[in-house]
């Protein structure tokens, strides 16, 4: 009887065909290592999409979650880094973001964002790439007259920033990657200054009371009191100022992930075009 084919092992079959994490994090790693050592020093340590779409196939990973690991590595250094220093820590942040993947073309998905900012949050465009598009509060008075009546029950929550952003990724052709953040450090600054303002103000009244016959411990009252009282309230309002943005943002992102933004775009320019033709007077006979 011929000898019948050999067959690898068990663990062996289990291995090329399933990854744990610790073995994955090394093919990776070695991947990397081998791929710096490369004859090709020029792009020794860089991996085009193609190549690492591929690896992954290896290893087990789809295309689809690759690609979006990948654009979202690539919104990472568009989103804002943890806050620190005194400012962060005394009045809280002052910059968020936020992220999901959503339906749609990657240029249309920011089209309607763009459409979305300045018609909805009375912002216009600072900057624009190709994949990116950077806002600022508009300052025209008719805008600034808008926002204070808030017609509609509208508060323009993003309309209080420095700068908002969005940046959309490609996955596929039906999917985008959208980051979208916001700074907020002009408000923050604003209000920590009017803080200062008080804060020295109270100096002046305990310096003044100091040369009264009133107790040390009463005369710096006016200082301890305004400076607890602005700093407690200015946190609290730069709190309700990012929370509400924060809202602001999350529900963009609801909008584009339903669909609605295209939708009613579609129906808007409907609308403009069947309102242009009702205004055209009749042909007189």
Do not use: C, Y
């Amino acid at each position: 009887m011929p000898d019948s084919p050999s067959r690898p092992p068990s663990s062996s079959r289990s291995l090329t065909s399933r990854l744990d994490r610790a073995s994955l994090e090394r093919v990776l790693a070695r991947a990397a290592e081998l791929q710096g050592t490369a004859a090709d020093a020029e792009s020794s340590d860089q991996f085009t999409e193609e190549q690492l779409i591929e690896l992954g196939k290896e290893v087990g990973l789809s295309p689809q979650n690759l690609r979006q690991a990948l654009a979202e590595e690539r919104t990472r250094s568009s989103a804002p880094e943890n806050e620190g220093g005194l400012a962060a820590t005394v009045f809280g942040p002052s910059r968020i973001t936020a992220a999901r993947t959503v339906p749609g073309n990657a240029a249309d998905v920011l089209e309607g964002i763009d459409a979305w900012m300045q018609r909805q949050e009375t912002l216009i465009v600072k900057r624009h790439h190709a994949d990116r598009i950077v806002w600022e509060p508009s300052r025209d008075i008719g805008v600034v007259i808008k926002r204070a009546f808030k017609p509609g029950g509208r508060d323009f929550a993003l309309s209080n920033a420095f700068e908002v952003a969005a940046t959309v990724i490609a996955l596929d052709e039906t999917r985008s990657h959208v980051v979208l953040d916001a700074d907020f450090r002009t408000r923050r600054a604003r209000v920590s200054w009017q803080v200062t303002g008080g804060i020295g103000l109270g100096g002046l009244a305990t310096g003044a009371l100091l040369f009264t016959t009133l107790p040390a411990v009463v005369a710096a009252a006016p200082l301890v009191g305004i400076a607890a009282l602005g700093v407690v309230g200015a946190r609290q309002l730069q709190a309700r100022v990012i929370t509400r943005a924060q809202l602001a943002l999350e529900q963009l992102l609801d909008r584009l992930e339903r669909g609605d933004l295209k939708r009613r775009g579609i129906d808007g320019l409907l609308g403009a075009i069947v309102a242009a033709a009702t205004a055209i007077p009749p042909r007189r006979p």
